[in-house]
């Protein structure tokens, strides 16, 4: 610390660069495993990519696995604010609607993440069961706020959306030979569970 600095300041400014290094390193992560998939990026590439050195990576994760579950939980709590916006939305349906395109987004871009986690941590693990909780508990809600405003088929249950949204990620894995393919069938299954009831 420079003499001349006031303690009092020191503090506050390391903490705050601490916190931005800290946000850098998650970015830059998550933006890394989405690209080039959670086992094949390394640390060092991501310390560059945030614009710090490798040891400011390891102060903030000391191993590949905190920074893997650091990136998830960063993402699902991303999910879990968004969910909280939509339940006091204007329109029910058009919010799952919106729900639904950003838990996919979500599904596309950590499938890799979450595969990493599950075998180095396995799917029952704290930190899984929690943020599968979240995911779950936000999309019952707002799939019951629609069903309720009448925007939505009252048949269809959580467990089938998370099917739905599962089989279309999959089934969209690889580059299609349709780029606009994607948006289209995602577009079908939001139409097909705000349809309304079956006549």
């Given at each position: ?35 080039h ?30 920074l ?10 991303g ?27 979500f ?12 075998d180095?941590?396995?799917k ?9 909780m ?24 959580t467990?089938d ?9 999959m ?29």
């Amino acid at each position: 610390m420079d003499a001349a600095e006031p303690a009092c300041q020191a503090g506050p400014s390391k903490r705050a660069d601490a916190r931005r290094n800290y946000e850098r390193l998650l970015a830059a992560a998550a933006a890394s495993f989405a690209e080039h998939g959670a086992d094949d990026v390394s640390l060092e590439e991501i310390a560059r990519r945030a614009g710090v050195g490798i040891g400011t990576l390891y102060r903030h994760f000391p191993a590949r696995q905190a920074l893997l579950e650091a990136v998830y939980k960063d993402q699902v709590d991303g999910l879990d604010t968004l969910g909280g916006k939509l339940l006091v939305a204007e329109s029910p349906g058009e919010a799952l609607g919106e729900w639904m395109r950003a838990f996919v987004a979500f599904g596309r871009t950590k499938r890799s993440l979450s595969s990493a986690l599950v075998d180095s941590i396995g799917k029952n693990s704290e930190l899984m069961s929690a943020c599968s909780m979240i995911l779950r508990s936000r999309t019952d809600e707002l799939l019951g706020r629609a069903q309720q405003a009448g925007q939505a088929r009252p048949e269809v249950k959580t467990a089938d959306m998370f099917r739905l949204t599962h089989g279309l990620i999959m089934a969209t894995e690889t580059e299609p030979s349709d780029p606009d393919q994607a948006d289209r069938l995602l577009s079908l299954v939001i139409d097909s569970v705000l349809a309304g009831p079956r006549r």
